[in-house]
DNA sequence: TAGTGGTCTAGACCACTCC
DNA sequence: GAGTGGTCTAGACCACTAG
């Protein structure tokens, strides 16, 4: 017949969708700017509200928007590059890192972090609680798990839980040699606690950032670290400079 | 009033769904099993099947779902590690990487990757396409941009373009000593190239890896590597081994 | 109180896989 | 052709923010 190629694979309309919103971000956005209403921008490119939101979804996803309840949908900055390893390795704690202790509990972690540990299932260890910040957001919420043989001179009378005990729990840990450090990521969903500390909805997506830190041929620590994965890009071996990752050219539609 | 605290903060009943159907993954099912079909479960729980789907979701974003269209939803195993960067820095395409070259093209970038090269906007630089597998299951897709300036002695009679070509470029990059190597990772959902390759669906979640590799201080090759969210740990520091991250202890409701 | 995004429903049809 | 997950609709109501 005399027609051209006909979209062989017709793109989903969100995914369509996706693309032009991304394009008038480019284009026609700024920073900060306050978009349309769902509803409004539903009927403007005459699509359901759900088929919006998914394309919304996407690009949120992306870093390239942010939503709040009761606010509206703004565009979002530019991700910010946290650093997460770097060459020379350190003890968590060490000075001038990024975290903020907030707490510290002793008991027994959860079955896995035990076996990572190597400690037995029911044996208590130091749980340190901490978050961090950029520019004054929140990025990061760690949990630090220290078996009590990593820092067996921490004194017993020390403030018992809190902040104080959290500080004391890291200034031991330094005095120990660190052989070297593991780091696994891999994408996870923020579980309330971490929602809550992390300004966001349970659910939205976070980079789970797993440390091991290696002392006398043991896990001395673990590290369980969530980063907001919608503002935050992880830097290993301080790239803070490297900014790429808007869509190469995608075909027209 | 003498009724007891009511759940102050109402789950979302897709959130619920989600915590429940994960308990039944970790004590009813085995990896490979077929669940019952989306109406199916959507009926025993009493929601409308787009709930149900959004908690789905949900765990195939965690990684412990698979789902193919026409197929059925199946319970996945647990994330591969895969190792992205080493203790000791090597040029892509050094004896033992897990890559496999499946092309090369010599053309101008994306602004972004000139920008981030230093060359000119206009400027060609060798684009070498490869892919990994573990497992005989694909995991990554990546774009390696090199410019001509990286590779010197490139004879220029040799393929023009295909496998053969990029194995060329990659020979030609280890002659350089590499002074180090910046990565940075990323969330970020996959184009329809990538899809493909990945054998995925355009949109789904990918890990984003951005390395520099450089060389006489300038930046002598920039790879873009796209790993599969749901399948993949990336493990920086080979800590193949660590395997957290199934749910602390949530709240019951 | 008005307006926003977040959740949920009950349907419909489509694209794909496998028999 | 039967059965699966993927897309889409047109509504409704809720939770939150801010004037």
Redesign the interface.
């Known amino acids: 017949m005399g027609t051209t190629q006909v979209e062989a694979v017709p793109?989903p309309k969100?995914?369509h969708l996706?693309t032009v919103l991304s394009e008038a971000l480019d284009s026609e956005f700024s920073v900060g700017e306050i978009l349309p209403n769902e509803r409004e921008l539903a009927a403007r490119f005459g699509v359901a509200r759900a088929t919006l939101r998914q394309a919304l979804e996407?690009l949120e996803?992306?870093?390239r928007l942010q939503r709040r309840r009761g606010v509206g949908t703004t565009v979002a900055p530019p991700?910010v590059?946290v650093s997460v390893?770097t060459?020379q390795h350190l003890w968590p704690g060490a000075p001038g890192d990024a975290w903020q202790p907030s707490d510290c509990t002793l008991a027994a972690p959860?079955a896995?972090?035990a076996d990572?540990l190597g400690t037995g299932r029911d044996e208590a260890v130091h749980t340190v609680r901490r978050s961090r910040r950029t520019h004054g957001r929140p990025v990061a919420a760690e949990l630090l798990y220290v078996p009590a043989s990593s820092v067996p001179d921490l004194s017993a009378i020390e403030a018992p839980s809190g902040p104080a005990r959290a500080r004391a729990v890291l200034r031991e840990l330094q005095r120990r040699q660190l052989q070297?450090?593991?780091?696994?990521?891999?994408?996870?969903?923020a579980?309330?606690e971490d929602a809550k500390v992390l300004d966001r909805l349970?659910?939205s997506?976070v980079?789970?950032v797993?440390?091991?830190y290696v002392a006398g041929d043991r896990t001395a620590a673990?590290s369980?670290a969530t980063y907001r994965?919608?503002t935050?890009?992880?830097?290993?071996?301080?790239?803070g400079?490297?900014?790429?990752?808007?869509?190469?050219?995608?075909?027209a539609c």
Not at 180 to 189: K, N, T
């Open positions: 793109e969100y995914w996706r996407q996803l992306e870093g991700r590059g390893g060459e959860p896995a972090v990572a070297r450090q593991e780091s696994a990521v891999e994408l996870g969903s579980h309330a349970p659910g997506p980079l789970v797993t440390t091991r673990l369980v994965a919608d935050c890009r992880l830097t290993f071996g301080d790239a400079g490297v900014q790429i990752h808007h869509d190469p050219p995608s075909r």
